[in-house]
């Protein structure tokens, strides 16, 4: 193929109106040419980055630009990772230039191609025991040490949170011998620790399993509940791969919230590990993907973006906690990275393990027809009960600050007896709505259609949808009444309530208002890691991937919210958040207990959980989809649109809707109000097409982008697949 006659590459590039340009290629043409980068013109004076994904011969265009410079000295994306954009794009129904530049890190997107800059990264150089013993008497130093051990080599900027001087604490540690300076942001692990116990039953037999099926594209849903050691299973999948000198993805929801997983798998696996994750510079980023690319580390622990990384022989993928949303990109193009890498497994043959607590609806579907193979766990490895969990009735009881006096009891309970206590709650501020008690207005957002929250350290009326803050009104604007009350409970009052009933005990308070840096964050963390009872007052920030070994008991203030919810996943979500909640209490040295107040304690949602389990739940809850046909058993996207004028809006979708037209497949809702109908000044519809087909769907989707373009009018609007949320 590399003859003059092919001198002409097709370039994917990011551009309203096509998803491919032809471009001239002058001079020698290397092989291996697809898959590399290039800088071409657009238009008058324009340079735009894109990828060469075909050769040709000829040109349906006569005039031909020609390429500006061919960027990569070898191919950036490999056959497979750009087969896999491209089956991505054609999913999520996207140019491939979107999904192309989606997908590369960001450093990969500039034209002026700069090179990858070199960088400073501290990483440990020995065991934290012995650091710890070196460094009683230099606690910053301790800091700093123990969390580049947990966390990986870290560069002093991205440690700020921990002190000021981190450069220099790093310089010292590494004089000290304790920190080893590095160009990389890797470990290179060689001195292994043996855990000291033998698997249990379950985990052989869950293992063995993954074992004989780790050669082909294969999918394991790992369902084991929390603490029945599935990180070691993780680990053990892993190991004889990397023994043959493969590769493995390990994807996490965040990064922040998951130390323990880089951590553990730091020690235990004999290799070169990378994290990839959005707080790393953009340099780091790049590095690890040229790293990972040309083989030279062996396993990336990454969140949602990492799922592009391309290695040069990967052999498995796994994805913890594969149920959380955090793997659906919320903005951009909304693709799930976990329904991705299943995607990649089969495009790279190779198996994929997905493991969680409370599997998605959808996993378990497909574990339920035998599409994935169903491994559980359902004994935790210490041998303890699961937390005892309680409904605590809030009805026709007196509160304070949201909680019963049954509830407060508990709580001083286990703080005299040297316990610490978490109480959830997710909603900021002092409480959630300002009312009038004379005619019943309630304050909300000229700008959204939203209540508007209270906070009473600000003095202010906030919305929490656009931020805008206003003064506390003195009169009712409705009827001139002075008699205007707070509704509801938010962190701040319950904060508040509880240093109120005990007296000296610490109520340490984590939300987006208390805890905005990471330096807030740490030191609220160091409160709590002194062990001394105390109440943490969180909000969903907590819900995941912290281990307080002090804390016996979790309080979830209420949830009765979810079952007024239109969102027909709205229990799923709540079951798999009570759960997570309670996997908090009783971690280590003590037995956990979990109080859920609510409304409803008759509700069959906790009669089948409490009762029965998630299973259980998830059984109903699919039997209930099934009959409604509802996702998991049809396909669902949603068109959301917006604009400043609502009439314009919704004559626009009714256009949308002419144009796409009828399936008898696929049924079309809408326009429809979205649950929240105007934000920012702009209202929100949408149209909701369900199918019975995704075939069906995708082609009437692809019929109405034909004829309208999303970028091209007034009304910004975009397709969102397989949708997580309504709003
Ligand atoms: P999960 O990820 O399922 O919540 P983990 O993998 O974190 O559970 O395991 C919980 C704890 O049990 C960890 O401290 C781990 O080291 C330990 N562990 C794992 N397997 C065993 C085992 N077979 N025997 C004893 N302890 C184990
Ligand atoms: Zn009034
Ligand atoms: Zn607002």
């Not at 943490?536 to 979830?556: E, R």
């Amino acid at each position: 193929m590399n003859n003059a006659s092919s001198r002409i590459v097709q370039v994917a590039l990011k551009i309203p109106f096509a998803d491919t340009l032809d471009y001239q290629l002058t001079g020698k043409i290397p092989k291996q040419i697809i898959g590399r980068r290039v800088r071409v013109p657009l238009g008058k004076n324009k340079l735009l980055v894109g990828v060469i994904i075909g050769l040709k011969n000829s040109s349906d265009y006569r005039k031909l630009k020609t390429v500006d410079a061919i960027l990569d000295e070898q191919p950036l994306l490999n056959k497979n990772t750009l087969n896999l954009i491209k089956k991505a794009a054609n999913y999520y129904q996207v140019s491939l230039g979107d999904m192309l530049m989606t997908a590369l890190p960001a450093w990969f997107r500039k034209p002026d191609n700069p090179p990858i800059p070199q960088e400073t990264w501290y990483k440990a150089n020995i065991d934290p025991q012995t650091a710890k013993e070196k460094l009683q008497k230099a606690p910053k130093q301790w800091q700093v040490f123990d969390y580049i051990h947990a966390n990986g080599p870290q560069m002093p900027a991205a440690l700020s949170h921990l002190s000021a001087s981190a450069a220099a604490l790093c310089k010292q540690l590494t004089d000290k011998g304790l920190l080893q300076q590095s160009d990389r942001s890797f470990i290179d692990n060689k001195h292994i620790e043996q855990p000291d116990f033998t698997l249990t039953d379950d985990q052989q037999r869950v293992l063995k399993h993954i074992q004989n099926h780790n050669n082909h594209f294969n999918v394991s849903l790992l369902d084991g509940i929390t603490g029945s050691g599935k990180t070691e299973v993780y680990i053990r999948s892993l190991m004889p791969l990397l023994e043959k000198g493969q590769q493995a993805l390990v994807l996490v929801p965040e990064i922040g919230l998951t130390p323990q997983l880089f951590q553990t798998f730091s020690k235990r696996i004999e290799g070169r590990l990378a994290v990839f994750h959005s707080g790393l510079s953009d340099g780091a980023r790049a590095r690890v993907w040229q790293q990972a690319g040309a083989g030279h580390v062996d396993v990336v622990v990454a969140t949602r973006s990492g799922l592009f990384t391309p290695f040069k022989n990967l052999a498995m993928i796994l994805v913890d906690e594969e149920h959380d949303l955090s793997y659906k990109q919320q903005d951009g193009v909304r693709y799930s990275a976990r329904d991705l890498a299943v995607l990649r497994g089969q495009i790279e043959d190779i198996p994929v393990v997905l493991g969680s607590a409370t599997p998605a609806y959808e996993s378990l579907r497909h574990a339920l027809n035998n599409h994935y193979h169903w491994l559980t766990l359902r004994s935790r490895t210490n041998q303890k009960s699961l937390p005892n969990i309680q409904l605590q009735n809030l009805d026709s009881r007196k509160t304070h600050g949201g909680l019963t006096r049954k509830t407060l009891n508990d709580i001083e309970q286990q703080l005299d007896s040297g316990h610490q206590v978490l109480v959830f709650l997710n909603r900021r501020g002092w409480s959630p709505k300002l009312l009038c008690h004379d005619c019943g207005w309630i304050a909300e957002c000229d700008d959204c259609d939203a209540y508007l929250t209270y906070h009473k350290h600000k003095d202010r009326l906030i919305c929490h949808h656009c931020r805008r803050h206003y003064s506390l009104p003195e009169f009712c604007p409705n009827c001139g009444s002075q008699e205007m009350d707070t509704l509801g409970v938010g962190t701040e009052q319950v904060e508040t309530a509880l240093q109120q009933e005990l007296g000296d005990y610490p109520v340490i308070r984590f939300d987006r208002d208390s805890v905005s840096t990471a330096k807030q964050w740490q030191q609220q963390l160091d409160r709590v890691r002194t062990g001394k009872p105390c109440v943490i007052v969180g909000t969903q920030m907590l819900a995941k991937g912290h281990d307080f070994p002090k804390l016996s008991l979790v309080v979830v203030v209420n949830v009765d919210n979810s079952f007024y919810s239109t969102d027909f996943r709205a229990e799923e979500y709540l079951a798999q958040l009570l759960i997570q909640v309670a996997g908090r209490a009783g971690r280590a040295e003590t037995a956990g207990q979990v109080i859920i107040q609510t409304h409803q304690p008759k509700h069959e949602f906790f009669h089948t959980l409490l009762e029965q389990g998630y299973e259980q739940l998830a059984r109903k809850g699919l039997e209930q989809r099934q009959d409604m046909q509802f996702p998991p058993f049809s396909h669902m996207a949603i068109i959301r649109a917006q604009h400043r004028y609502e009439d314009k809006l919704e004559a626009f979708l009714l256009e949308l809707v002419d144009a796409i037209g009828q399936d008898p497949d696929v049924s079309v809702m809408g326009p429809l109000p979205a649950p929240m109908q105007k934000k920012q000044k702009l209202h929100r519809m949408q149209l909701i097409l369900n199918a019975s087909n995704r075939r069906s769907l995708h082609q009437l989707l692809k019929q109405l982008l034909k004829k309208h373009n999303p970028t091209a009018g007034p009304v910004r609007w975009f397709i969102d697949i397989d949708p997580v949320s309504f709003d």
